[in-house]
């Protein structure tokens, strides 16, 4: 009897409407942090070689979602072309940027939440929320994409009226202000909060098994994604910090501080914190940080199933549920991680620990495209990478650099994160690989 398959639902809209909104809480929240490590100038020439990163990547990557459409996305490509070692170090590391996104979202929607109700802990905000869209998700791909659809449009909507508010105030001159702080060293301390503006767009491709006609949608999804999240970032990056200097909207008036909320900090200098439109941008503004979350939940329940279906993880993460057709053991697994994360209340660093993850993916999947290309050179690839080998080698170094420079500024977390590598591949070694070869014969 053949198992329960996943749902083929999804249209060329909805995956742009997943794209865009894996990645729009960037927009909101968590890049302006960067700007207390590299000023104006540093954070803009990070995000300038990110943007490059990014684009190479996600044309490089398309190829390999159309050719291969599974819902593993890298674990996939790496598993068929560099074998199940390497496979299993590029799922490892996708796991962590989607089990590991969400916690961080998560705690801006609690702590967003109870500046409107004091009252309640922002935990139980964070926590519920992890509840109830985990179980949208459960219920069903088509209804979760078309929910996210609805949210993310919503949520670029807001970002246009912020920009409609917020440019008329512009001055060039704000954009000059103790523009590099920390000098050139800056530029490499603000990588990851550049990622952050574009972290978890690859989560298109592990979308891949349940859309339709996967060889033509996923490039159209996946293109359309990223020149929409391109312009998104440097609209909002201008607009916010042109009203008044990068600290304007890193620090809140009186406080030494970071804040997590750059837009309301700019409007604050625009419009009185009691006006109307102010309150209708910041209540409209939650919807960016909901969409990304449900999305990144919605990609990471996936990535996990997937790595269960192979044997990689507890076999009970592979089952798709017989009733909605969804991988809801696997959605239910990352809900619990990402409430014991959340809680440890670390959500710069939970962000930090999700860019390691998202590089090492980045890292093996541009390795493993260029093994396919030299294994399997008569596979059936619908979408070429443009300029090969240029795009791929570039988002290959580049990922490598940003690797290294995050090791460097940030060498706890990156021991944090090497090390939950490390363990889970000698995991592998003790416990799967023997039983995987003995399987084979």
Known sequence: MSE???????????????????????????WNLGLEKGGTYGLAIATFFIIIMYCT???????????????????????????RHLGFVAGIAQNIEFVFAPPAI??????????????????????????????????????????????????????????GVALPEFDITHLQINPMPNGFAGIFAAIPFAIWFFLAIEGVANVAEETINPQRN?????????????????????SAVGVAG??????????????????????????????????LLIGIGLLGLVASFHGIILAGGRATFEFGRVGYAPQLLGKVNTKFRTPANALIANMLVGIVALITGKTGDIITIACFGA????????ISFFALRKKEPEMERPFRVPLYPLFPLTALVIAVIALIAMSYNYPVLALIFFGIVGLSYVYFLVFLNKKMSYSAL
């Open 218 to 238: 996923v490039l159209l999804g996946f293109g359309s994604a990223i020149v929409t999240l391109v312009l998104l970032c440097v609209l909002t990056f201008v």
């Open 106 to 163: 998560a705690a801006a929607i609690g702590a967003y939440l109870n500046l409107l109700y004091p009252s309640v802990d922002l935990l139980v905000f964070a926590i519920g929320a992890y509840i109830i869209f985990t179980g949208i998700n459960i219920l069903g791909v088509k209804f979760a994409a078309s929910f996210e659809l609805v949210i993310t449009v919503l949520a670029i909507i807001e970002l246009l009226i912020f920009a």
């Open 57 to 83: 990547f996600t044309f490089s990557y398309t190829e390999m979602a159309c050719a291969i459409p599974k819902a593993g996305g890298a674990f996939e490509y790496a598993n068929r072309g560099l074998g």
């Open 246 to 279: 990068w600290e304007a909207i890193v620090y809140p008036q009186g406080s030494n501080i970071a804040s997590d909320s750059p837009l309301p900090l700019a409007l604050s200098r625009i419009i009185a914190e009691g006006h109307v439109l102010y309150k």
């Open 359 to 366: 590089l090492g993916l980045y890292i093996v999947s541009m």
């Open 4 to 30: 329960v398959q996943l749902n083929k639902a999804l249209t060329p809209l909805m995956l742009w409407g997943l794209g865009v909104g894996y990645v729009i809480s960037g927009m909101y929240f968590g």
